[in-house]
């Protein structure tokens, strides 16, 4: 575990002495920048909540990467993929559709998520039919993903007031559910969170398993799925 965990903490004790170095060598106080930068990111609940909104979708984009490691596949477009998906949520998610409201979150993020596979369909094409690398592709698709987004934001999908780049907001039914009350409810939510939103001392403990079990949730994952290049044995 210590192996594992190691790298990952010393890359950001790392990160954090160059940049008070710099920060240094400019004349500033790297203390206070730190302390402002820890605060800015979980000082208040908003704050907080802006960083888990902004990580997830990192978080779950890198365990795609992972998996395209596990198979010795350099996928270096997991943004473009990422990208293409949130385009086919939005447009699917700022219109009306005949169902019943339970299955159209699940069925439009099931169909954002085959967008962003075809889109890497399409370097796994170039990979098997042109011998085209997929470092290459992917990188290339990136930017083709982002020019899309930049004309449909400006263009068929832009929001119906016309004033900014960005689409209308989606559906009341087309958005996940908050995690934690003060920021919207989460119906059927585990009873440890709701007593941890209530203040009682037996909420903290249940926050602080469900903190537990997802984070060993994903190191399992992590693990399960961690790279062997293909010339490893074993």
């Given amino acids: 575990m210590l192996a594992r965990v190691g790298p990952s903490v010393f890359a950001v004790a790392l990160g954090l002495v160059i940049c008070g170095g710099v920060i240094t060598a400019a004349g500033g106080d790297p203390a206070l920048a730190l302390a ?4 800015g990111a979980f000082g208040s609940w908003d704050a907080a909540s802006e960083v888990t909104v902004k990580t997830c979708p990192l978080l ?5 990467v992972a998996v395209a490691f596990r198979a010795s596949i350099w996928n270096i477009g997991a943004e473009g993929q990422l990208l293409i998906g949130a385009v ?6 700022t219109r009306s559709w005949p169902l019943p409201g339970w299955c159209t979150l699940p069925l439009a993020l099931m169909a954002a998520s085959a967008g962003g596979a075809l889109w890497a369909g399409l370097a796994a094409m170039l990979k098997l039919r042109r011998r085209v690398s997929e470092v290459i592709s992917t990188i290339m698709l990136n930017f083709i993903a982002l020019a899309l987004v930049s004309y449909l ?3 068929p999908l832009m929001e119906a007031a016309g004033r900014y780049p960005q689409t209308d907001p989606v559906t009341l039914a087309m958005r996940l559910p908050r995690l934690v009350v003060s ?7 585990s009873w440890s969170l709701r007593c941890w939103c209530s203040g009682g001392q037996g909420g903290r403990r249940g926050w602080g398993i469900l903190g537990f079990r997802l984070s060993s949730c994903w190191w399992w994952c992590l693990g399960r799925i961690a790279w062997r ?4 044995k074993g």
């Fill in 183 to 189: 920021f919207g409810s989460m119906p059927g939510f």
């Fill in 36 to 39: 402002a930068l820890f605060d």
């Fill in 153 to 155: 934001v400006h263009g």
């Fill in 88 to 93: 086919i949520m939005a447009w699917l998610g």
């Fill in 229 to 232: 290049p293909r010339w490893s």
């Fill in 60 to 64: 779950v984009t890198g365990l795609a």
